[in-house]
DNA sequence: CTGCATTTTGACCAAGTAGTCAAGTTTTTG
DNA sequence: CAAAAACTTGACTACTTGGTCAAAATGCAG
């Protein structure tokens, strides 16, 4: 949009064509697709390359190196994957807040689960591209949210449990269908692509894990 | 190649030697680490070769091809993996088997993560190796312990729970720990090497699925 | 239309890696 | 102990793959 820059001056910072911005997307699309299905190493140039329509030299003219695809894929993903956590409101009913996270959770598994995949494979090979990003930015989310479970507690409205670990729970489970799909599918079968399976796994999901932090008495 | 007919029994099919069998699991406990860590495609057979203290050339004697050690450690490790599994007893009390089963689990994930992430990389990815196994194997044992699971709900003994997503939600849970070690290492600092941490993540997540599942009335 | 900037690609290169081979060394066995 | 079998490895091959480059094609402002 800022087209800017005068002609003659030195190298613009940056400006973006519309050429630019539709093969940057063709590209990142296509990457996101073979990263979550081979992972970095796994995934060849090429292939994203001719998933994306173009020849692999051009591709190299948007992003000169395949580490680039990669972590702007992450950091992409990475935002958008973590926000319902953001969106738990300290003032609002602790069932309801958690039941609402749960169930954005399941839908974020069903609807971009390449996005899950990516981000799994990436902490199970010991997060080298993202490390800086867990302990700069996911630890403080997780410590704030962390923080009002734990008030919650307090407070009597939920059962006592260690805040952090019904985080990973919730974590676990729900991305679970996202990136074990394969087991998931050998095991349940037919039954996965059914409509209604998903209201399925949810209700079970909130089951458990809403009577399990219920407050008894 | 006609090999001897001297000798008047025929080629016996198979004989282990005493080095046989200890380079055999030199490599294979060389191969868990490195596999483990860098997935399939990640892995050079060097790595594992130089971790296994011979050169590649050697190991190769022993496993022909990089897939053979690849599947032969899947094959070792799933079924001690799921051994849990089968121990859960019909004729037990519902909550105390769980209970067992789950605490079986965290431990594994504690002692043998390798073995979680192997496995977990190789489904990620599609389970390429082992789609056989999910079908032959492991789908008739988990179908037969939801029923046990099922009945148990219809006589009452566990709150209404789909079998196969109470399967799932310990699996997803428990091997959390294991898989995504370094995230949850990034969140919770230096109290994951503390002593006591695995007690107190059993005791989280038992607390909250046995309570989850607990009959209600 | 013209000329410059942007985009595109075929051909190529260097590094890395799975797997081979033939020739040596060690272990077993009669 | 000597021959056979089992084991070991340096050197090598064939192939994959990340990345380069120079030149051609296309887009676009004046």
Do not use: C
């Not at 199970?124 to 704030?144: C, M, N, Q, R, W």
């Not at 676990?172 to 399925?200: C, L, N, W």
């Amino acid at each position: 949009m800022a087209r800017a820059e005068s002609k003659k001056l030195k190298e613009a910072p940056e400006k973006t064509t519309r050429i630019q911005e539709i093969n940057r997307r063709l590209i990142l699309d296509a990457a996101l697709d073979v990263f979550s299905t081979y992972g970095f190493r796994g995934t060849t140039i090429d292939q994203i390359a001719e998933r994306a329509g173009m020849s692999k030299p051009n591709l190299l003219y948007y992003f000169p190196r395949k580490q680039n695809i990669y972590v702007t894929l992450l950091e992409e993903t990475l935002t958008e994957w973590l926000a319902p956590l953001a969106e738990i409101d300290a003032e609002g009913d602790p069932i309801e807040q958690l039941r609402k996270y749960i169930t954005l959770k399941i839908n974020m598994s069903e609807t971009h689960p390449e996005a899950s995949r990516l981000f799994a494979n990436e902490v199970l090979h010991g997060a080298p591209a993202i490390s800086d990003f867990l302990t700069k930015y996911l630890k403080p989310l997780v410590d704030e949210k962390a923080g009002v479970i734990r008030r919650w507690v307090g407070e009597g409205k939920l059962a006592p449990v260690d805040p952090y670990h019904l985080i990973f729970m919730i974590w676990a489970t729900t991305q679970h269908y996202a990136d074990f799909d394969v087991q998931v599918r050998a095991i349940m079968g037919s039954q996965v692509g059914r409509p209604g399976f998903k209201e399925q796994t949810a209700q079970a999901v909130l089951s458990i894990i809403l009577n399990g932090i219920r407050p008894r008495n």
